[in-house]
């Protein structure tokens, strides 16, 4: 046999399934192979080796992730793949059930196991311990998406006792990464041409509490703020207890924090939230939300909700609306609740049908697209920033401040063409385009982005520290 010197080297494709954090794995995955000589390749059809990141969080993302492990697995049996490899969240919590229904996988990896990676490849004379590297130990590569979004994530695991998830069954207590490290990363990511950085994690708030050095997400901010020039630096999932008066100034006053929130609150009736055995209830819900928006009056506010758990009355969904109506949200990602094995809610009775999960989520879908329709109309006529992230023939697309990637819809510009995605330029909002885009026209290409003017200080709130904390 040929050694690992002489031989072509290994290519290997990712298909990342789940959230954002899967997302920061799979690139960290690829990136341990790439130092060992490995070469990537985002076509299936050209890869020896298919690693699968797999979801467990619900059901849906369960069977993705089962499906996409079956078509890799065809691949290689069709002979156009060497092997297959499943890692993440599901192989954490079936491993044993994966090997024994899916043979055609060769080796699965839990999310907790993937120091093992690169020694079970080694093993099975994939890769060699002396081949030469294909990039520079530490740097993150990049797997697909949009390359001047990048996703960092400061933390691992969650220490919240939330009912219906099974993540601390997954990915294990709340482990808060060291700040020089974090910060370490995302200069990575600004050299490999980041312009937007998500910060992600469990629970962005909650960080720092495990290390006890004084350093939480503030912390965190500043030194992003200090240490790398990304224009935009955007907060994803966090908890809404955690957004302490400090957190809320940074926002407010400085510009390349983008002023936006994904802050999970899964219901809005007191009821439900118990059996959810979430922090909040619908008052502390509705006082935080009124806060955030005093110190920051243009933030944009994404949640998520639970429709179907245990025990949910029609009364109780009828909250739900009324106080969606009530609090108009931006934007909110729902989903009807599945029982997850080894969670508290899967030993409540599964009681509300599928149809009448199926219906109410429709009716709270309906009813957001219509709130976001409102809150977009309100904007139009303003001139903001933007990002550019695709130019496809006339059509060029880009994303305002209160536009998350992938999950918050779409800006159409007119009169960009031929201006490269991740340029920022200014746009003038002309039209809400099918309740969640907006149409714009260009009034600037900025070319030098840098650090924006700060936003006019808010500080008539701040000081109360009120249920926010310290």
């Not at 960080?207 to 240490?227: F, N, S, T």
């Not at 955007?234 to 390349?256: H, N």
């Not at 309906?366 to 992230?389: F, H, K, M």
Request: charged share 30%; aromatic share 6%; hydrophobic share 40%.
């Amino acid at each position: 046999m040929p050694s690992a010197r002489s031989a072509p080297p290994l290519r290997v494709s990712v298909v990342t399934l789940g959230c954002d954090k899967n997302t920061v794995d799979s690139e960290r995955y690829v990136a341990q192979l790439a130092e060992r000589g490995a070469e990537y390749t985002p076509d299936m059809a050209d890869a020896d080796v298919i690693l699968v990141n797999t979801c467990g969080f619900i059901d849906a993302a369960k069977k993705e992730s089962i499906d996409a492990l079956v078509e890799a697995g065809r691949r290689k049996d069709a002979g156009t793949c060497r092997a297959v490899v499943g890692v993440g969240c599901m192989v954490q919590r079936h491993k044993d059930e994966l090997v024994d229904a899916l043979p055609e996988v060769d080796l699965f990896l839990g999310a907790s196991e993937m120091d093992r990676l690169i020694p079970e490849l080694e093993a099975r004379g994939f890769i060699d311990a002396d081949q030469v590297p294909a990039v520079h130990p530490g740097v993150r590569l990049f797997t697909g998406g949009l390359p001047h979004v990048r996703y960092l994530k400061i933390s691992e695991g969650c220490d919240h006792g939330c009912a219906f998830c099974a993540i601390p069954l997954m990915r294990g207590k709340h482990r808060s990464f060291a700040l020089d490290d974090i910060v370490h990363e995302a200069q990575l990511l600004e050299a490999q041409g980041a312009r937007e950085l998500n910060l992600v994690a469990q629970d962005l708030a909650h960080y720092g509490r495990d290390r006890r050095d004084g350093v939480g997400l503030p912390e965190v901010l500043e030194a992003l703020l200090r240490e790398t020039t990304v224009p935009w630096i955007r907060m994803l999932y966090l908890y809404s207890a955690g957004l302490t008066p400090r957190l809320l100034e940074l926002m407010a006053t400085e510009s390349r924090i983008v002023p936006y929130l994904d802050m999970p609150m899964q219901h809005a009736s007191d009821a439900v939230l118990a059996r959810m055995r979430r922090p909040e209830r619908q008052r502390t819900i509705r006082e935080r939300v009124a806060r955030i928006r005093d110190v920051v009056p243009d933030v944009a506010i994404r949640t998520t909700c639970i429709v179907g758990f245990p025990g949910e009355t029609e009364e109780d969904f009828e909250t739900l609306l009324a106080f969606l109506e009530e609090i108009e949200f931006d934007r909110v990602g729902a989903f009807t609740y599945s029982p997850q094995v080894g969670t508290r809610a899967a030993t409540l009775d599964d009681d509300v049908p599928d149809d009448v999960k199926r219906e109410r989520l429709e009716r709270l879908n309906e009813l957001q697209r219509l709130i976001t329709a409102d809150r977009y109309e309100q904007r139009v006529g303003r001139t903001v920033r933007a990002l550019v992230d695709r130019v496809d023939d006339d059509t060029v697309q880009a994303r305002t401040i209160w536009q998350a990637d992938d999950v918050d819809g779409i800006t159409f510009v007119r009169g960009a063409e031929g201006i490269a995605p991740g340029t920022f330029v200014d746009v003038r909002l002309d039209a809400v385009v099918d309740d969640v885009d907006f149409d714009a026209s260009l009034v600037r290409v900025v070319s030098a982005p840098g650090p924006a003017p700060k936003r006019a200080r808010v500080l008539t709130v701040l000081g109360s520290t009120g249920s926010f904390g310290r």
